[in-house]
């Protein structure tokens, strides 16, 4: 970086799309050399990402013409949906080559969504040993810390010292590629504490290393979910989490590297189970995409026709006055959009710990006290829009009334479908903006048009 | 932990329902030995979780009867929107006490929206040299990572040797309390690179440092969004993000504990944005809640009455055939949850890189694309059902094409807004949900009963 000043103006990571337009150029062009030369000075992270950016055709014509070659770590950080085909492309001896020098946790990662075929040729590339590693790994379920802990790490006998520790890593013994701690262990193997490298070098020889450990030391189950892991990393600020087995010997770490990019797989899952999205992703096929999206879709379906029941109840009504018709969509909207406020922030208080049996109710009570409030002011406005724009006072009132009602069920509904969700072992994120758009459209249009059969008519 | 094989069961982490309910009653009788029991064994992450939860009068007593007391820890780990009050209740000597052992980022943390007298309050009650170095931290930009850099680190000449880094992390020196990494400069003190604490525990006291450091190298400018920092941290697996000056020299680092802050922060801030709740938490007022979701349901009442505008146009065709009433809330619920699918992943996909100039139009494209699939799916289900309903094979044959258009259109627009938006500098997750179920509201209610006009009536 030869003017670090301008770098405030670009971006902190990544890669321009003149680069992506140069390498698509040098691949249509077959210039193996030029795409050598592009490639080559790029973070394995930025060329996977070049990789997710440009099309299926492109991508094997690059891969088939690229003389340095897939290595491990671009496999890695693949988006998952575009690893078969890559590795599909790849000779056995290629492919051994790639991930020989992953860390097991990576491996796993790569191999665990793989055809039989697929992960057979990836472990036969392994040594023996780390086979056994990413088998074992393999056995524990998924979505497991055992299942995606990395079982490098270093550990030490609790009894010690600062000198003999140093002594030790100076030895030839074969050390994680990055480490940040080491766990103490008593004769049994059983994790009993650990130790910041800061804290060993900082010290003279002959300290215990037992009066180094850091004050709180937990240790995280192999059956545990990995997801609550990386959570309770984050709570706790922690860098390395120690997993262990039923022995509550130390079996493997989690890293908080690892931890980061688990929390924001959570948190994108959320953010597309909300839309109704499934676990889509750009680089999909077209045809897995549609496929992805349908069932929401289909789902919307089904309470859009219900709603549309209700509809049908006040025909007669609506022929009456065909005014109603031309509102009657405001309050359902309305509605919706304030049950997707309160059901957003119920899921993530959920997803966060912020929302629990200890508050449950004072949180309904508050949702609902702001749907009554936001309904007041909305039921006033609509109730003059209503007046001027039919010249009907009670039209006016019945709307108002009918938006206070749905504001309020739709500050209920938006707090108790995830909460209840949750407590039967569904995905709040999934499924509550169905019910909850349900409930604010059957009652939002029930409430407008009968109160309008009521008073008007 | 005796029995870790519960562990699976249990959460892990965080604070049970039971212990809040325990600590409440002890508030409740003012038994202050209680409070200290319950809460002397807690993390201070968990003791700011419990306050979160409990409700302001009870959080008012407990800080009161609280022998042990608030300590910076806690006061770093609590939500934002009750720093201030919790900080009002505390004496200036306490508050001094509490803050004087934070690390700078965490007081600037802290500090940073504060009001002016409380910041100025904790600002004096730092030693000298702490404040100079919060007060320049507070001179940077918000959002920056000037602003957000922990100034305490460990650099070292390049050309010291392992030996001689010890020598100086055993002598009296102050270090950080966590650190990983130690920074390597050169005599202007501009960063040249860094080295792993565990390479140089593992290599003799001779070795250069220069040897031992890591093969990418990158630093981040002050002025630097901080977001892209944590996000640059997260996309190239870094630990330690060195942060320099204009002159390239090194001023603090960004941490990836701090990092994965930030990225929670963004990703829940897109949640919520989608949503159109804001910066809603549930420990705001009740009327500071209803303030945040008025301005998006207002703007949802705006959109409301604009769709409404186009069915007026169509009374007539209404008053006609009162089935197109029951039917016209489908067309337009489909293409709103189609666009709302389209857009979460454009927004996501923006944030992540994902979606940039070099591939936006083959996106637009697919996106297109799987709209009319599903387009035509549900034209064909729903040109049924209108059939069957109403009798009328017509009646199914509008509300079919008038599918297909709104899908299409919810596609393009789920795609087309949030990258103008983008593009014109404003956050796609705030402003796209309004624009795009404007547009879908409007052209499926117009296609719908237009088309009917047309062919119906």
Redesign the interface.
């Known amino acids: 970086?030869a003017e670090?000043?301008q770098?405030?103006d670009e971006?902190?990571?990544?890669i321009t799309?003149r680069l992506?337009?140069d390498v698509r150029d040098a691949v249509e062009r077959g210039d193996a050399d030029a795409v050598d030369g592009l490639l080559d000075p790029l973070?394995p992270?930025?060329i996977a990402?070049l990789l997710?950016?440009?099309?299926g055709r492109q991508r094997r014509d690059l891969i088939a013409i690229w003389n340095a070659g897939m290595d491990g770590d671009i496999l890695s950080e693949l988006a998952e949906n575009l690893r078969e085909e890559v590795i599909e492309q790849l000779a056995p001896a290629e492919l051994a080559d790639a991930v020989r020098d992953l860390e097991s946790d990576d491996v796993v990662d790569l191999v665990e969504y793989l055809d039989e075929d697929q992960q057979e040729a990836v472990l036969e590339a392994l040594d023996a040993g780390d086979r056994v590693v990413v088998e074992q790994a393999l056995s524990y379920p998924e979505e497991s810390a055992g299942r995606h802990m990395q079982s490098e790490l270093?550990r030490a006998p609790s009894h010690w010292t600062v000198g003999e520790?140093?002594d030790f890593?100076?030895s030839d013994v074969v050390?994680?590629e990055?480490?940040?701690h080491i766990i103490l262990v008593d004769p049994r193997l059983k994790a009993v504490g650990y130790v910041?490298?800061?804290r060993?070098?900082?010290?003279?020889r002959a300290t215990p290393l037992m009066d180094l450990a850091e004050d709180?030391f937990r240790?995280?189950?192999v059956?545990?979910?990995v997801e609550?892991?990386a959570?309770?990393?984050?709570?706790?600020?922690?860098?390395t989490a120690p997993v262990?087995d039923?022995d509550?010997r130390i079996v493997g770490v989690i890293t908080?590297?690892d931890?980061?990019?688990f929390?924001?797989e959570e948190?994108?899952e959320?953010?597309?189970r909300?839309?109704?999205?499934g676990e889509?992703?750009?680089?999909d096929r077209?045809?897995d995409?549609?496929r992805q999206?349908?069932p929401?879709?289909?789902v919307?379906?089904v309470?859009?026709?219900l709603?549309?029941l209700v509809?049908?109840l006040f025909?007669e009504t609506?022929?009456g006055l065909?005014?109603?018709?031309?509102?009657?969509?405001?309050v359902?909207?309305?509605g919706g959009?304030?049950g997707?406020?309160s059901?957003?922030?119920a899921v993530?208080?959920i997803a966060t710990?912020?929302?629990?049996?200890?508050?449950v109710w004072?949180?309904i009570r508050?949702e609902a006290?702001?749907g009554l409030?936001?309904g007041v002011?909305?039921a006033i406005?609509?109730g003059i829009?209503g007046v001027i724009w039919f010249g009907s006072p009670m039209l006016g009132v019945v709307i108002g009334v009918a938006m206070v009602i749905n504001l309020v069920v739709a500050g209920l509904a938006g707090t108790i479908v995830p909460v209840v969700l949750e407590r039967m072992g569904v995905d709040p994120a999934l499924a509550s903006g169905a019910f909850v758009t349900t409930v604010t459209?059957i009652v939002g249009f029930f409430a407008f048009l009968g109160l309008a059969a009521l008073w008007l008519l």
């Open positions: 970086m670090p000043q770098d405030i971006e902190a990571f990544g799309d992506v337009g973070h992270a930025d990402h997710e950016q440009i099309d270093v520790a140093i890593l100076r050390l994680p990055q480490f940040y910041t490298l800061g060993i070098l900082s010290h003279p709180s240790t995280f189950h059956a545990q979910d609550e892991v959570q309770a990393i984050n709570h706790y600020h922690m860098i262990v039923d509550e908080i590297d931890a980061m990019v929390l924001e948190a994108e959320d953010i597309l909300l839309a109704g999205v889509g992703s750009l680089s077209v045809l995409t549609t999206r349908f929401w879709l289909a919307n379906l309470t859009a026709i709603a549309s509809i049908a025909e609506i022929a065909v005014a109603l018709a031309v509102l009657m969509p405001i359902a909207s309305m959009n304030a997707t406020q059901l957003t922030v993530r208080a710990r912020d929302l629990t049996g200890a508050n004072r949180v508050r006290l702001v409030i936001n002011i909305f406005v609509m829009v459209d």
